[in-house]
């Protein structure tokens, strides 16, 4: 669990920080030099489903497009993947394409969430050293609140 919770204080940090530098851990072959996303992405739906409430916001917003790199490799219940082309041909090329998109996808989910949440997460006052709500780990003043003070 301390290896994840890493992980994800990293990528939170990034996010917040530097998000041009925000890279997911993906696979590449070594053949054809394609990205192969579909396990990255299925660890990132598995995430989703866990506070699948949290993510209707994003979904029912005109900004659910952003999660459409990841839905290329998502499966429905029937075995077939969420998104459905007119055809076939249509879902390989943008699947062969999508790994590719997901560094711009996940910053776009970022930025969606940090202005539909707002900083605070409905807490009134957040003090200087409180931990950042960020995700760094860090004080609050030593982080985003530097330069506020």
């Known amino acids: 669990l301390g290896a994840i919770m890493g992980r994800y204080n990293e990528i939170l ?12 851990i993906l696979y590449e072959n070594r053949k054809t030099g394609e990205t192969i996303a579909a396990d990255w992405a299925e660890g990132f739906l598995i995430g989703v489903q866990l506070r699948a409430g949290a993510w209707k916001a994003l979904f029912n917003s005109e900004d659910a497009l952003c999660f459409a790199p990841v839905a290329a490799f998502t ?13 076939d041909a249509d879902i390989e090329r943008f699947r062969a394409e ?22 605070f997460q409905g807490r009134t006052k957040l003090g200087r050293n409180d931990p950042c709500f960020c995700g760094s780990g ?10 506020r003070h």
């Open 75 to 87: 499966p429905d219940k029937d075995g077939g993947f969420m998104i459905k082309p007119e055809h």
């Open 13 to 24: 940090d990034i996010l917040a920080h530097e998000p041009e530098a925000f890279e997911p």
């Open 138 to 147: 860090k004080k609050f003043k030593k982080c985003c609140g530097a330069s």
């Open 98 to 119: 999508a790994g590719d998109l997901i560094p711009e996808a996940v910053r776009g989910m970022y930025r969606f969430f940090r202005k539909t949440r707002g900083y």
